[in-house]
């Protein structure tokens, strides 16, 4: 649920609806710019759509939105999605392919090169945590005991893809909460995310067209499904001091601190101080006093 609204704050910062503010570090943006518009158009447009129960409106919703932007480019309005100068590139510069080799003598020679490994590792370790129960919760990959099935065969996909990016000295390539929008519309085997590879393939080819569809075009997607994932609030028994405090604090600190790692980290952290004070400490598992401790050396490394 955490994450949903997590997504959520990012589609209403791409829209410009959110926006910095420096009294108050954030704020309604204007919503009279054309960008705004746009974003709020495609936001009840999808709305309406999966109203009407169409299983793909969340995809219908940002083609939409992509068309009126691109004709309200067309009409003078500054701002809009521009049609593409080209359908096809076969661009394949890569100037950081290999650039971590570089990287292993400056390893051994700086102590502080291991404290920063150690910090990417804890945040893309408990990102794709966070993104992998969020996403499995929506698709009822989640087993009677609460736990995620195949869970290893997640993770190792993740670790050889993340290795794999390093290599190619593109961004990390992990597991994106984004991957929620496939489940929005009805993804829930292996099939959607091969499928979603292959696209991706093709895209680099493509990538002029799909240039298109910017952050504004996206941002409705991102606030619908980050809707969908919030229902798993529900799930929470607020009634609970322990859980309800746990779970508060965990959502409340991914979106203020945009980090889900974070939120998983202060969520673990709270959960084990409000056990231990109302003398249920022995109810904790070992492996997450020990996460708990890990989670502190975090932040006093951070």
């Given at each position: 649920?955490?994450?949903g609204f997590?997504?959520?704050?990012?589609?209403l910062?791409?829209?410009?609806i959110?926006?910095?503010?420096?009294?108050?570090?954030?704020?309604?943006?204007?919503?009279?710019?054309p960008?705004a518009?746009?974003?709020?158009f495609?936001?009840?447009?999808?709305?309406a759509l999966?109203?009407?129960?169409i299983?793909?409106?969340?995809?219908?919703?940002?083609?939409?939105?992509a068309?009126?932007?691109?004709?309200a480019?067309?009409?003078?309005?500054?701002?809009?999605?521009a049609?593409?100068?080209a359908?096809?590139?076969?661009?394949?510069?890569?100037?950081?392919?290999g650039?971590?080799?570089?990287?292993?003598?400056?390893?051994?020679?700086s102590?502080?090169?291991i404290?920063?490994?150690?910090?990417?590792?804890f945040?893309d370790?408990?990102?794709?945590a966070?993104?992998?129960?969020?996403?499995?919760?929506?698709?009822?990959?989640?087993?009677?005991?609460?736990?995620?099935?195949?869970v290893?065969?997640?993770?190792m996909?993740?670790?050889?893809?993340?290795?794999?990016?390093?290599?190619?000295?593109?961004?990390?390539?992990?597991?994106?909460?984004?991957s929620?929008?496939?489940?929005?519309?009805?993804?829930?085997?292996?099939?959607?995310?091969?499928?979603?590879?292959?696209?991706?393939?093709?895209?680099?080819v493509?990538?002029?067209?799909?240039?298109?569809?910017?952050?504004?075009?996206?941002?409705?997607?991102?606030i619908?499904?980050?809707v969908?994932?919030?229902?798993?609030?529900g799930?929470?028994?607020?009634?609970?001091?322990?859980?309800?405090?746990s779970?508060?604090?965990?959502?409340?600190?991914?979106?203020?601190?945009?980090?889900?790692?974070?939120?998983?980290?202060?969520?673990f952290?709270?959960?084990?101080?409000?056990?231990?004070?109302?003398?249920?400490a022995?109810?904790?598992?070992?492996?997450i006093?020990?996460?708990?401790?890990?989670?502190?050396?975090?932040f006093?490394l951070?």
């Open positions: 649920a955490g994450i997590f997504i959520a704050f990012i589609g910062q791409n829209a410009g959110v926006v910095n503010n420096d009294a108050v570090l954030v704020g309604l943006g204007d919503l009279t710019s960008t518009l746009l974003a709020v495609g936001i009840l447009v999808t709305f999966l109203a009407r129960k299983s793909a409106g969340v995809f219908y919703g940002l083609v939409i939105t068309v009126v932007g691109i004709v480019g067309l009409s003078g309005v500054e701002g809009m999605p049609l593409p100068t359908i096809v590139s076969f661009n394949f510069d890569m100037p950081t392919f650039a971590f080799i570089g990287g292993f003598g400056e390893l051994f020679a102590p502080s090169a404290l920063i490994i150690f910090t990417f590792l945040i370790f408990f990102d794709t966070g993104t992998l129960v969020a996403v499995a919760g929506k698709t009822n990959l989640i087993d009677e005991n609460g736990e995620l099935v195949d290893d065969k997640a993770l996909a993740d670790a050889v893809g993340t290795v794999a990016g390093a290599v190619f000295g593109t961004s990390t390539v992990t597991s994106y909460i984004e929620a929008a496939g489940v929005g519309v009805g993804g829930r085997t292996g099939l959607t995310a091969v499928t979603t590879g292959l696209l991706f393939i093709l895209s680099i493509f990538f002029p067209i799909l240039a298109v569809v910017n952050g504004t075009v996206t941002a409705p997607a991102l619908v499904v980050g969908l994932m919030a229902q798993q609030l799930g929470i028994d607020w009634e609970d001091f322990i859980a309800a405090t779970g508060f604090v965990a959502i409340i600190t991914m979106i203020l601190a945009y980090s889900i790692a974070d939120g998983i980290a202060t969520g952290i709270t959960y084990g101080v409000v056990m231990a004070a109302s003398g249920k022995k109810e904790v598992k070992p492996v006093w020990v996460l708990i401790a890990i989670f502190i050396v975090h006093i951070k």
